[in-house]
Each structure stands twice: as structure tokens, then as C-alpha cells.
């Protein structure tokens, strides 16, 4: 049974800096791209970032290019979102996903096969 389990929300200030984890089990995710998404209270999942098992590239929202950084560590099938300079309007329950195609550009929610719980992010002003 496939399972993705964040953790690594909480509550920070503006301008602070949180990492989010992504622990994923189950069966063999080398072929898959792995994505973070968000949703605030009122509004839709939006993407966030997205990368491979394997290779470098990464995709990311405008929303957040240049203030988060995924990566991701194979030994231990765990996806990180490193995310700094934080801003209230960054508060919202954060999802990690599962794309069994493999394609970073996926932006759509509905790509995406598998899902985590979500954790927390509240940014405080």
C-alpha cells in the first residue's frame, strides 16, 4: 500500500524559514515525479514544486521560485520543500503527491495518483 507521510508544519513567523518532509513507501517511486501542493482555507489545491527521483530539474509555482527549493533524498524515499522568506499568505495545509508519469510540469492536481495527509504552515505577520 502506497504511502506518503509529511511532516515538518508549524507555525513561524514572516520572513522564517521551515523544511517540509515527504516520507514515501510502498512500492518503487523511481519513475515517478513527486510534487508539493498547497490549499488555504476557501481556496483550491495550487501547485507549489515538483522534481524526479532522479536528475536535477524541478518545477515551481511563480508564487514561490526563488523562496522554496525541492530536493529529495533516494536512499531514504524522502522529498523535501525547503521553503524561506515565508509570507502569511503562504499559510495553508501543505500535500505531498505522487505522479506515476514522471512529468514535473504537472501542475494539475488531478495528475497526481497519490496523496499525503497534509501538514500545517501558518505564517504569522
Known amino acids: 500500500q502506497v504511502q506518503l507521510v509529511e511532516s515538518g508544519g508549524g507555525l513561524v513567523q514572516a520572513g522564517g524559514s521551515l523544511r517540509l518532509s515527504c516520507a514515501a513507501s510502498?512500492?518503487?517511486?523511481?519513475?515517478?515525479?513527486m510534487g508539493w501542493f498547497r490549499q488555504a482555507p476557501g481556496k483550491e489545491r495550487e501547485f507549489v514544486a515538483a522534481?524526479?527521483?532522479?536528475?536535477?530539474?524541478?518545477n515551481y509555482a511563480d508564487s514561490v521560485k526563488g523562496r522554496f527549493t525541492i530536493s529529495k533524498d533516494y536512499a531514504k524515499n524522502t522529498v523535501y520543500l525547503q521553503m524561506r522568506s515565508l509570507k502569511p499568505e503562504d499559510t495553508a495545509v501543505y500535500y505531498c503527491?505522487?505522479?506515476?508519469?514522471?512529468?514535473?510540469?504537472?501542475?494539475?492536481?488531478?495528475?497526481?495518483?497519490?496523496w499525503g495527509q497534509g501538514t500545517q504552515v501558518t505564517v504569522s505577520s
Open positions: 503527491a505522487a505522479n506515476r508519469l514522471g512529468r514535473i510540469g504537472a501542475e494539475d492536481p488531478y495528475e497526481y495518483d497519490y
Open positions: 510502498g512500492r518503487a517511486f523511481s519513475d515517478y515525479s
Open positions: 522534481t524526479r527521483w532522479t536528475g536535477t530539474s524541478a
